[in-house]
């Protein structure tokens, strides 16, 4: 899922003043779940808004919404009388979600009021970690399941670096040497001899370095 | 034949009291309990802290007055008092006297407005006499029933004809001089005395007149933060802070007059103890003891922690007088120690450790009933009916039975309310429960452990008409029991076994399961599923059961100290009950007898007692004894626990001149053996600060009780293990047979080492438990339950990862469920759900936030 | 060094719990209180009784009995009570020394060297008196109480009326002056009787043989007392009205309050003994009568209800009175006429009673004529200084010579000089010098010049053997008689004595008959002999003794209001704390004080 | 025993219910300050209630940190339910620190802001 984490408030404040009337709008989705943009956050969120600028002695309106998922538009028309009644949305969708947003209201303003970090999961509760760059190639069937990429500060391909201390990273004790895990869990699995190979130079192009993707499945659209 | 009537009365409304009546009413029979007071409560309710939680002692158990006062099942009678009792079991006629109140209980609304302006003061007993209170008064705030009370007694309505001054307070028209005395007839089935005790008036040191020297009640009292010094601890002379208090024991306990131990006055005085240290860091705390009787479960940790932790210290030393040092309010001790050294000490305050009485009402009561008493007014008991009275139909439990804790006349009165059920047949309607889903429980229960407890708690299903599944993992019933001969009060177990496994057996409702182990288990209170394996074949057995519970018993420890396992003469306290039955010529020729205490317990490794060791060792050498009265015996022991009635036992051994060493851990005896074989004992007096030989025939070890393979059950179950290795309670002192999850309950030495006695009682306990939820017309819920909106649900997890209860699951579709039966309510998913989703029936989110908007 | 079987013998213990007193000790868990609450401990490091039952227990027998310490105990039964299974201390002690004495380890003049405190060693009753004068120091009155219950059924008689011997040889009279013993003693009964912790001792199991004591005088009712602790039925027989012998016909009320009395007998009552007044024995029954009745042992302690004559010209004529009789009646009927003008002949106690009763009867004026000089008078220096203080006039050395009447009532009497009272050998031999005469005008003259035994009693028991004065002691010791189970006792037996020594009398009968009806050997080991033991007190703080209130002469006229009114008990303890504490141990040596250490 | 009359009473079934919105709202609304009154440590009924609410508090803390509000406004006490005297001790010890820190900004500053324009 996308784990996002909310913006300063100094920063949504600098970002929302001058509107009167906001749209306070979570996602109920992936950033719910990390705890950055559901229904709980919006209501807190909004009062907080509320509050800052009852002390500044200004007015504020604000709308408090979430849609299911912001970043199909199919769920963003339920919205559609809010958005017309307010000055500008703050989203609480990842950026995805705040984009579809945009595109859906065009005469909008839509602004962030999430920092979308990265793709990961909930280690337990309140703990995400990355786990996907997204890079368009995957290998983690070479390497046992765990991602170099995303996971390694270097983003090494082959074996770890010479700062690997005791399993962790030479950036931070705190941090899990990737490739530490990567060489135990194929020695669990047996499959050492997968390292004997030689990881060719890496295909950054479906990375996103050859521009903006697309994924078209012909069979899909109408 | 005579009709059974379907309603018990209970006689006191102490802790014991209520468990026995709410036992009984969620079981479907109709209560009437009867206290002398103007509320329940009973003495618990004075108490402050309770050990060895340290727990505030009111929190936990008003949730029980609570219960008790709304229980549509249950009839309070306040301020009453048993007249008379005719009639026999299960048909009994009683004579209630209910003394007024004076104020009506459902106009009274607690101001207080009568109390303010009542213009006389008298003492307040509930605060032993160390507070006032108004003639019209509430004993205490949290009391219930919550209503004021008049003591006609010193109201100058009576006293001075016509004082109206509280009726005319009153806004609510409640105070009634009009009322009078009522005599009320109840037809019951049986009878439970649960009459407590009297606290022993202090006989000497000057109580009366040194106002620092003060009962343990007192204490709690002064401590209470609703007691008369709100809490702070101060002595009463100076209302002063105290900076070192001593504790003395024993105080009406083991004497000449009371020669039984009082049972709960070791571990009271250190949770005392503890309590002050806890408000004034730099107190100097002190008890003085004889022997230290901490034998419940983690009682013996609670004790070394306060000598290792709070630094409280223990001088072994029974001290008889207290001085009044002239010019202070300070008291002076004197003691020697056990070398003989004679000191002299002050002290700020004294707290006398006083004993426990049964309480005078309910003897002279019992006598004129013609219940057998024991020689201390006690209700005489077997150990194989704990709580049956001489008479068919009258029951008895708490402080009443024998001097005990709470925990244990908690456990005691569910043992007493399900024997009771059995007189009284016909049952009452249970209160609709609040969620009515459409399953039935499923009417059986598992007992894992055929031991004495599982096959005692398998009857008193049975023989209320449920079906029971006994499990039992070796090829016979009976257990560790079945190597026993006498219990401490010298009756015959191996034919109560006998009989018991002979009852078992022919129970047409009980399914006895030899050689067999539980697999695997499922499911909730009244609804459980379980996967029962035999060793000798590949077969499983599938089992649907409303409720377990477990009794697999224990083990006991086989040492490698003193001998034992090369030496053929060291024995383990088994050995000993083989060689009585089997081995007389072996006795005869025997000239001295050696035992050993606490092998193996009470050490860094295993910090607890193993409870019956005292007892056993004492049984056995009285029984050698008895064989061969020229035998010298010598018991070495480091503290002789023989608490409660068991002192008896201690009395007559030393009586028959058996010698009592003592010795401390860091000096254990030495055992060794000579070139010829024969054994030899060195242990050092430490009265002398000699080393004694002894040249025993035989040495017996009381081995420590040691925990079976609980890890496998606690797996198993998910149930929690203590440090020890031994089942953990939902509430040590307030829930003491049950888990935190229902419908599953546990008796026995699978919790905690105990004699057979309390092993019993705890069965019929569980049993009690049992029926609350097996007699259900339908299973119940939780009152308040949380509820997802599935619509709203994005199956984040996170409340199923945060519940407390374990009630939240989600199922192969991704989709949350709740199992209402686990459920306590305490909607800490609700105010997580990122999305919002769940709500708690009866407090949702909404209802808080508009009670907290509503502010301007 | 270890100590091994060899040194321990396993009998040990049985044989001296076998010991009646001792029954207790293998109780002992060691609970150290015994040795905290000793005196003796306290000032002597080396005795730790709780050490010495330790011993026992384990088998130590040569040590023990060897041992100096065992000879330390003083008797003074402070820890009597306190120990919380009732071991009794001081009567392993003794069983302990008597065992030694036996075996051998020490020679009998062991007994000679260690004692006990003089006041216990003095008392007749052998109160365990510093004991309970330190049970009253710490408050403890109840056990203070049940410990002179102990030897002492009537702690409140006592305490007002007893003539203290046990005052006289009170250590700390050598500092200032004694303890206030007998007033102490008092404060602790009057204590039980005002606050209700009245001690009624308590009774062993019922016993079949049945006990007839005939006479409810001190003696008896105390026979019958201990007879009842030993759990034997008894019945006591009284020819008056009411029990109680002297004490409530003899001793005038402002002295001892019928109500002290009444409780005291009460408490007797209670014990399951039975009183029967107005019983004539020789009369409305005997002997014979008895044991038809069952009755196995007898104790027969009559007293001295008559008075002796004077045989003197004119003694019966009317107005003329026995001082006994006088008493008995205004102890009887309350109300005794008598004449403005008394003369009392006698100088004893009871004379001075008689005086003191007159002048509550209505009597202007009492004079008192005696033979004796002032000094040689046998009443004691403070009941002669009690008379002189409410007005009485002495008249020392002065013997009748005869009476004058008129119309057949006495209206003067004549008394001539006595020159000396005794001859030179001491013995009773009043001289007279005719030639100086005195006459005194007298409305009532009150003979009070000595008491002598009803021997009607013999008429229930003609097989007794009998002197005039009263029945005859076969052994002064156990009171056995010529007749077997039957004991004679007090007064009646040795002459005018005080309560004390008939309670005393009464107990010794109790063991007596207690014995016999066991059929154990009734002379052993007796009698128990106390040696006082003498302290020089050193660097003693002065404390004065504590003062009674008293009536005030004004008062005391016309009215049998009593005296003394008693301690309060803030005065007891000071007293009480004036006691020495030590008397009866032998070392001086100090203990340190300090905190002990915990566990 | 008597508590000062301005508190007002928001009774829960446990400490652990009371949300981070709850404590926002409640000053928005007009609250000088918010106490949390739980279970003892280690007491709670529902095993962890009182040690989540903590927790919470602290996060609520510093979310009031951003809004300039004073942290000590908002503040969590253990108190079992037979300590009423410690209650009342509790309720008037915090009423006194809110009432030293004067009425919540959010009033004061919301008046005086608009007067200045």
Redesign the interface.
């Known amino acids: 899922m996308i784990v996002g984490q909310q913006k300063?408030?100094?920063e949504i404040k600098k970002m929302i003043s001058g509107y009167n009337r906001i749209l306070v709008l979570g996602c109920?989705?992936c950033v719910?779940?990390s705890?950055a943009g559901?229904?709980?956050?919006v209501?807190?969120l909004a009062?907080?808004i509320?509050?800052?600028r009852?002390?500044?002695?200004?007015d504020i309106e604000i709308v408090e919404d979430?849609t299911?998922r912001q970043c199909d538009f199919e769920f963003l028309d339920s919205v559609e009388n809010r958005v017309d009644n307010c000055d500008a949305v703050l989203s609480l969708a990842c950026g995805v979600g705040v984009q579809a947003l945009a595109e859906r209201y065009p005469d909008k303003v839509i602004l962030p009021g999430l920092n979308t970090t990265f793709m990961g999961l909930?280690e337990?509760?309140g703990v995400w970690s990355e786990r996907c760059a997204g890079c368009g190639n995957c290998i983690l069937d070479k390497t046992g399941g765990l991602c170099p990429i995303a996971r390694c500060s270097k983003g090494l391909f082959n074996g770890p670096c010479g700062g690997s201390m005791d399993g962790k990273c030479e950036i931070s004790p705190d941090v899990d040497c990737v490739w530490q895990l990567i060489i135990d869990r194929l020695t669990a699995l047996n499959q050492l001899e997968k390292l004997e190979e030689i990881f060719p130079i890496k295909d950054w192009d479906v990375s996103g370095h050859g521009g903006t993707r697309k994924i078209v499945r012909e069979d899909l659209t109408a | 034949m005579f009709s059974k009537v379907g309603s018990v009365l209970v006689i006191g409304g102490g802790i014991a009291g209520i468990q026995a009546s709410l036992d009984l009413a969620d079981s479907g029979y109709f209560v009437y309990l009867i206290e002398k007071a103007s509320f329940i409560g009973g003495k618990t309710a004075q108490l402050d802290k309770t050990y060895p939680l340290n727990d505030c002692s009111f929190c936990i158990r008003s949730d029980k007055h609570m219960e008790c006062i709304s229980h549509t099942n249950i009839k309070i009678l306040t301020l009453s008092e048993v007249k008379d009792i005719k009639g026999s079991s299960g048909d009994f006629e009683a004579t209630i006297i209910q003394h007024p109140r004076y104020v009506d209980i459902d106009k009274c609304t607690n101001c207080g407005l009568c109390a303010e302006r009542c213009p006389e003061e008298v003492n307040d007993e509930f605060n032993e006499g160390l507070g006032k209170r108004k003639v019209i008064y509430l004993e205490f705030p949290e009391a219930a029933p919550n209503s004021y009370v008049i003591d006609r007694k010193n109201c100058l309505h009576f006293t001075e004809a016509g004082c109206n001054i509280c009726k005319e307070a009153c806004m609510e028209k409640a105070i009634d001089f009009d009322q009078k005395e009522q005599n009320i007839s109840l037809n019951v089935g049986s009878i439970i005395f649960a009459a407590g005790f009297d606290s022993i008036i202090p006989p000497y040191y000057d109580y009366d007149k040194l106002p620092n020297v003060i009962t343990s009640m007192e204490f709690e009292r002064i401590h209470s933060l609703n007691g008369p010094y709100g809490g702070h601890l101060v002595r009463p002379s100076d209302r002063k802070e105290p900076s070192n208090i001593a504790w003395l024991q024993c105080i009406g306990s083991r004497d000449i007059y009371h020669n039984y131990c009082s049972s709960v006055c070791c571990m009271y005085a250190i949770k005392q103890a503890i309590l002050a240290r806890r408000s004034n860091k730099m107190l100097n705390a002190t008890i003085f003891f004889m022997d230290m009787r901490v034998c419940g479960k983690d009682h013996e940790r609670y004790y070394n922690h306060a000598k290792n932790e709070d630094n409280i210290r223990f001088v072994r030393s029974k001290v008889h007088n207290v001085f009044p040092v002239s010019g202070t309010d300070d008291l002076l001790i004197r003691y020697a120690d056990e070398q003989g050294n004679i000191y002299e000490e002050i002290f700020n305050m004294v707290v006398l450790s006083l004993g426990l009485e049964p309480s005078h009402d309910a003897v002279r009561l019992a006598g004129n009933l013609g219940i057998t008493l024991d020689k201390n007014n006690f209700v005489e008991t077997s150990s194989f009916t704990p709580v049956n009275t001489s008479i068919p139909g009258i029951y008895v439990c708490g402080a009443f039975n024998a001097p005990k804790d709470i925990s244990e006349s908690i456990t005691e009165a569910s043992a007493a309310a399900c024997a009771s059920s059995l007189n009284a047949v016909s049952k009452v309607a249970l209160p609709e429960p609040f969620e009515v889903t459409e399953q039935k429980p499923v009417p059986a229960g598992l007992i894992i452990g055929g031991g004495v407890t599982g096959m005692v708690s398998g009857l008193c299903l049975a023989d209320q008409g449920y079906k029971v599944y006994l499990v039992e993992k070796t090829n016979k019933l009976g257990g560790h029991a079945l190597k026993l001969r006498k219990t401490f009060k010298g009756e015959d177990v191996k034919s109560y076994i006998k009989e018991l496994i002979d009852k078992v057996e022919n129970h047409p409702l009980i399914d006895v399961c030899l050689n067999s182990e539980v697999k695997h288990t499922d499911g909730y209170a009244g609804n459980f599923s379980t996967r029962i394996a035999i060793s000798s074949s590949t077969e499983t057995k599938n089992i649907k059961h409303g409720v377990t519970i477990i009794s697999t018993g224990a083990d006991f420890l086989r040492t490698s100290e003193y001998l034992y396992g090369k030496n053929s003469r060291v024995l383990i306290w088994f050995h000993t009950d083989k060689i009585l039955s089997e081995e007389p010529n072996t006795i005869e020729k025997a000239n001295t007898w050696v035992f050993i205490l606490c092998v193996g317990s009470r050490e860094p490794e295993r910090p607890y007692c193993s409870k019956i060791c005292c007892s056993s060792a004492l049984r056995n050498a009285m029984e050698l004894k008895k064989l061969n009265p020229d035998m010298e015996i010598y018991v070495l022991y480091r503290d002789m626990r023989t608490y409660g009635l068991i002192e008896d036992l201690y009395t007559e051994a030393r009586d028959k001149g058996i010698v009592f060493i003592r010795y401390k851990l860091d000096g254990k005896p030495e055992v060794e053996e000579d070139q010829d074989g024969k054994l030899m004992v060195r242990v050092k007096d430490n009265l002398l600060g000699e080393d004694l030989i002894i040249q025993p025939d035989f040495v017996t070890l009381q081995t420590a009780i040691v925990p079976g393979n609980n890890e496998n059950l606690a797996k198993l179950f998910k149930l929690p293990v203590d440090q020890d290795g031994f089942l953990k309670e939902a509430h040590k002192k307030f829930k003491p047979v049950e888990f935190t999850a229902k419908g599953i309950y546990f008796a026995g030495l699978v919790h905690s080492p105990k004699p057979i006695d309390e092993a019993i009682s705890q069965a019929q306990a569980a049993a009690a438990k049992a029926v609350t939820v097996l007699s259900r017309e339908y299973i119940s819920t939780n009152t308040e339950v949380a509820s997802i909106d599935l619509k709203l649900c994005v199956a984040c997890l996170t409340c199923a990862r945060i519940c407390p209860a374990g009630a939240l699951i989600i199922n192969g579709m991704g989709k949350p469920y709740i199992e209402p039966q686990k459920c306590f309510g305490c909607g800490i998913c609700a105010v997580e759900c990122p999305v919002k989703a769940i709500s708690l029936e009866h407090f949702n989110n909404d209802l808080i936030l508009t009670e907290c908007e509503a502010f301007l | 060094m270890a100590i091994s079987a060899k040194d321990l013998d396993p009998k040990f213990k049985f044989e001296i719990a076998n010991i009646p007193g001792s029954e207790l000790l293998k109780r002992c868990f060691t609970c150290g209180t015994c040795t905290a609450i000793c005196p003796v401990s306290n000032t002597f490091s080396e005795y730790d009784p709780r050490k010495i039952i330790h011993m026992i227990i384990l088998g130590l027998k040569d040590r023990v009995l060897s041992s100096e310490n065992i000879w330390r105990c003083s008797h003074c039964e402070t820890c009597k009570f306190s120990c919380p299974q009732g071991v009794h201390l001081s009567e392993i002690m003794d069983a302990l020394q008597h065992m030694a004495v036996r075996d051998k380890y020490v020679t009998p003049d062991a007994f000679e060297k260690f004692g006990t405190a003089p006041c216990k060693a003095a008392c007749p009753a052998h109160i365990s008196i510093q004991g309970f004068i330190g049970m009253i120091a710490e408050g403890r009155y109840r056990e203070g109480l049940r410990l002179i219950k102990e030897t002492m059924p009537f702690p409140g008689i006592c305490g007002r009326i007893c003539h203290h011997p046990c005052e006289m040889k009170c250590n700390r009279g050598k500092v200032d002056e004694p303890l206030a013993i007998e007033y102490l003693k008092r404060f602790l009964a009057d204590r039980g009787l005002s606050e209700d912790i009245g001690y009624v001792p308590e009774t062993e199991e019922k016993k079949e043989e049945k006990v007839a004591v005939i006479g409810a005088g001190p003696a008896g009712l105390s026979a019958a007392y201990f007879l009842a602790i030993k759990g034997y039925p008894v019945t006591v027989f009284e020819r008056l009205p009411v029990a109680g012998g002297m004490m409530a016909v003899g001793i005038p009320e402002y002295r001892l309050p019928r109500d002290i009395l009444r409780e005291e007998i009460k408490t007797i009552v209670d014990m399951g003994v039975e009183i029967k007044t107005g019983v004539s024995f020789g009369k409305d029954i005997t002997i014979e009568s008895l044991k038809n009745e069952s009755y196995r042992a007898f104790f027969i302690a009559v007293g001295l209800h008559v008075s002796r004559g004077l045989n003197v010209e004119g003694e019966n004529f009317d107005g003329i009175i026995h001082g006994i009789n006088f008493l008995r009646d205004v102890s009887l009927k309350g109300n005794v006429t008598i004449g403005a003008r008394t003369i009392v002949i006698g100088g004893g106690n009871v004379a001075i009673d008689v005086a003191l009763t007159a002048l509550r009867s209505g009597a202007k004026e009492v004079e008192m004529v005696c033979l004796e000089s002032r000094e040689e008078m046998p009443a004691w220096e403070h009941e002669i200084k009690d008379a002189l203080d409410e007005g009485i006039k002495i008249n020392n050395s002065w013997g009748p010579k005869r009476f004058i009447e008129e119309n057949g009532k006495v209206k003067s009497v004549e008394f001539k000089r006595c020159t000396a009272v005794f001859d030179e050998k001491g013995r009773f031999n009043p001289q007279y010098d005719e030639s100086e005469l005195m006459t005194l005008e007298a409305d009532t003259v009150l003979l009070s010049i000595g008491q002598a035994c009803d021997m009607s009693f013999a008429d229930g028991v003609p097989d007794l053997d009998v002197s005039p004065r009263g029945p005859s002691v076969k052994d002064p010791i156990t009171l056995e008689t010529n007749i077997q189970g039957l004991f004679v006792g007090g007064d009646a037996s040795y002459g005018p004595r005080s309560v004390v020594e008939a309670v005393a009398s009464g107990r010794e009968a109790a063991i007596s008959i207690d014995r016999y009806l066991k059929g154990e050997d009734i002379g052993a080991d007796r009698p128990l002999e106390w040696k006082g033991i003498e302290l020089e007190p050193q660097d003693v703080e002065h404390l004065a003794r504590q003062q009674m209130q008293r009536l005030s002469i004004t008062r005391r006229r016309n009215s049998f209001e009593e005296i003394d009114s008693g301690f309060s008990e803030q005065q007891a303890r000071l007293e009480a704390g004036r006691c020495l504490r030590i008397c009866g141990t032998q070392s001086k040596g100090n203990r340190g004080q300090g905190s002990g250490v915990g566990e | 025993m008597q508590y000062p009359s301005n508190i007002r009473i928001v009774k829960v079934p446990c400490i652990g219910t009371i949300g981070a919105i709850h404590i926002l709202k409640a000053l928005e609304n007009g609250a000088d300050g918010v106490c949390l009154v739980g279970c003892s440590e280690g007491k709670c009924e529902y095993s962890s209630g009182n040690y989540r609410a903590r927790k919470r508090v602290q996060y609520v803390k510093n979310l009031l940190g951003k809004l300039s509000i004073e942290k000590e406004r908002l503040e969590i006490y253990n108190i079992s339910a037979g300590e009423a005297r410690k209650f009342c001790e509790v309720a008037r010890e915090v009423t006194e620190t809110v009432r030293s820190l004067g009425p919540i900004p959010l009033k004061t500053k919301a008046i005086s802001n608009s007067k200045e324009e």
């Open positions: 300063d408030f100094d109920q989705t719910a779940i705890f559901g229904m709980r956050e209501e807190i009062s907080m509320r509050m800052d009852k002390m500044a002695g200004q979430a299911l909930t337990k509760m």
